[in-house]
């Protein structure tokens, strides 16, 4: 047992074998979407049962499990349709030949199912598009996530942006969305302040400041700057109901660039120094560790973890 969970089973909480945890989560004629986001939160998914999880937790499939076959024949039929409207109306194809399933028809698709188009809409698509870097690398994320099964990996980038109201373009944020991101940056500000001030210091060193460079963290869910093998787990707690987890990803990244900031010759370059797998998973541990020791005994020894 590693440290990791000698210490949580030193609280009282149960654990378990991830793969028996997920499977028993997924098995019935009605699935529990409360359950399902408490294994997100708690247990490390296996790779290959993540895309089911999360369609059903973002409504991609339902939770009545007898009715998959005619949810998916819908989510296919509507796909292709949306993939054959965005050929047409994004000009006639990406790279040439339009065969090949890129991010960019992604967003092109994913405009088009927000949004039934009007002829005086298709110019705002076509400006959000000039604005969308990050959803592109969210949506160059799933592709991965999903091995490149086109059609999962659409309807679980299309379900993720509508359902968790993530930025379609900056220059649209709604008040709300620019409430979330200027929490995020207060609250990633206050742990940074208490765990490492000197880190602030550096990053002003490179003329950047600590907004400019994680708003585009932020924006794209982190996909911009960590792979997708490191993503996966901080998705599922994201995706589980716990949004505040990114503040502690941006605190783990800088965490662990801290040494090599001033010898940075642009703020851009700090990934570059950044063992991935290491920062993800001590972005979960710090964040999960305060949340489970403020839980009631009771509380705990309800939840298991793997």
């Known amino acids: 047992m590693n440290f990791r969970k000698a210490y949580y089973s030193s609280l ?37 049962y993540r895309s089911a999880v999360w369609k059903v937790i973002l409504g991609v499939l339902p939770t009545t499990t007898n009715v998959w076959k005619y949810a998916i024949q819908q989510r296919e039929e509507q796909f292709h349709s949306l993939k054959e409207a965005a050929q047409l109306i994004f000009e006639t194809s990406i790279n040439g030949n339009g065969k090949e399933f890129t991010p960019e028809r992604m967003v092109q698709m994913l405009l088009l199912e927000a949004d039934v188009p009007r002829p005086h809409r298709i110019g705002e698509m076509k400006r959000i598009l000039l604005h969308s870097s990050h959803l592109l690398s969210i949506a160059d994320c799933l592709l991965d996530v999903c091995d490149n099964m086109e059609i999962d990996a659409f309807w679980i980038f299309a379900k993720l942006i509508q359902n968790r109201k993530v930025v379609m373009a900056p220059p649209t944020m709604t008040p709300l969305q620019k409430e979330a991101l200027n929490q995020q940056h207060a609250q990633l500000f206050v ?116």
């Not at 378990?16 to 997924?26: D, G």
């Not at 009605?30 to 790779?47: E, M």
Request: proline share 6%; net charge negative.
């Open 12 to 48: 009282g909480v149960q654990i378990v074998e991830a793969k028996p945890t997920v499977e028993n989560a997924l098995l019935g004629d009605n699935l529990d979407v409360g359950k399902l986001n408490k294994v997100c939160l708690w247990v490390r998914i296996p790779h290959v």
């Open 191 to 306: 742990m940074l302040k208490t765990e490492c001030p000197t880190v602030l210091a550096a990053i002003e060193s490179t003329n950047a400041n600590l907004v400019q460079l994680t708003t585009p963290w932020f924006l794209s869910l982190f996909a911009c700057v960590l792979p997708s093998h490191c993503l996966e787990g901080i998705w599922d707690v994201y995706l589980g109901g716990a949004p505040d987890v990114l503040p502690y990803v941006a605190l783990s990244l800088l965490l662990a660039v801290r040494w090599k900031l001033e010898s940075a010759r642009s703020i851009d370059e700090i990934a570059d120094y950044v063992n991935v797998d290491a920062v993800a998973a001590t972005a979960i541990e710090i964040w999960e560790k305060p949340v489970l020791e403020a839980m009631p005994d009771a509380a705990r020894r309800s939840l298991v973890l793997a």
